[in-house]
């Protein structure tokens, strides 16, 4: 079949890798425009648009999928599908009607569970025990499609979103294919998403991913796991904030207060509702991450001092 990909981030190149390896044709990708990116604010590529360029491939980037000249492309360029995976805006009815086979989103939960921008966050800070990705319809409605296929995969008791998104790009990008070549055999078939057990999972802010010391052990450790990479879970010590890494919840521990910090030879603990946990990675702002006790060290953390 004839493709058209809608994709932004890094997450949608395993499945540009797959779709370029298949017998399908990429005839064009569709991705956000150039952002500025770093300290001086300089336009980037989005990731999409970067591989699209290696690989010599018309390249799509309107503000809005809406626009007109956009609309007027894609009928000129007639594809038979749109696969989709991480694109980052919505589809206008009209955009979504142009192809024959209409557009497909890979998406990384088992709808209907958390329909929205982050379902693999929400999963780790929910504490779901199994999570999966779905190849949909896309429609109107957020994340409501019919499915045509899933997949399953455990998440492990360190998983940090990314480590869990990494996998489930790559094992939803085989996924995404064999949908895609399903449909054009006339084999698929999509089935509606059930009314039960519909949960959302909106954007994760910078404010979700302050840590609550005052949360038991292990909802700390869900909150941070779910915002590393991104957008990074944060505290305050000495007024300033600080991005930590994963911890560890740790038994037999000495008793902290919320926030506590105690600073031993070769670890540093903070408090919780409940055990204390082991800090990992600190990273101050404007200097590299670095060891937990290297950090404790380097600041002179003085008795009774604590997190925030």
């Known amino acids: 079949m004839r493709l058209v990909f809608a994709g932004t981030p890094a997450v949608a190149l395993p499945a540009l890798d797959a779709l370029a390896a298949s017998h399908h044709e990429i005839v064009a990708v569709v991705t956000r425009p150039d952002a500025p990116s770093g300290r001086g604010r300089r336009l980037v590529r989005s990731h999409a648009a ?3 360029d290696e690989h010599g491939i018309e390249v799509l980037t309107p503000a809005k999928p809406r626009e007109p000249s956009f609309v007027e492309r894609l009928r000129e360029i007639a594809p038979d599908c749109v696969p989709v995976v ?7 009815p009209v955009a979504l009607e142009i192809p024959k086979h209409g557009w497909l989103n890979l998406h990384f939960s088992l709808l209907p569970a958390w329909r929205g921008a982050a379902p693999v966050q929400h999963a780790v800070l929910h504490g779901d025990e199994v999570t999966g990705a779905s190849v949909f319809q896309l429609e109107a409605g957020l994340d409501t499609g019919p499915v045509y296929g ?5 998440i492990r008791p360190t998983d940090t979103a990314g480590d869990l998104l990494d996998r489930l790009a790559g094992s939803g990008a085989g996924l995404l294919v064999a949908v895609l ?19 959302l999972a909106p954007k994760i802010s910078v404010e979700d991913a302050q840590i609550r010391w005052t949360e038991p052990a292990f909802a700390v450790d869900r909150r941070i796991r779910a915002c590393t990479p991104a957008p990074g879970a944060w505290t305050t010590f000495r007024e300033e904030r600080v991005k930590l890494g994963p911890v560890r919840p740790v038994a037999n521990a000495p008793q902290l207060e919320p926030g506590d910090l ?4 070769k670890q540093v603990l903070v408090g919780t509702a409940t055990t204390p946990v082991l800090l990992g990675e600190v990273r101050a ?3 590299k991450p670095m060891q937990a006790t290297d950090w404790a060290r380097g600041v ?4 009774g001092e604590k997190f925030a």
């Open 50 to 52: 970067a591989w699209a």
């Open 150 to 154: 899933t997949l399953t995969d455990e």
């Open 181 to 199: 070549d399903a449909i054009e055999a006339g084999t698929a078939r999509a089935e509606p998403q059930p009314a039960d057990g519909v949960s």
């Open 86 to 92: 991480a694109y980052g805006a919505l589809v206008p």
């Open 262 to 265: 105690l600073v031993e030879r």
């Open 285 to 287: 702002a404007g200097k």
């Open 300 to 303: 002179r953390v003085e008795t």
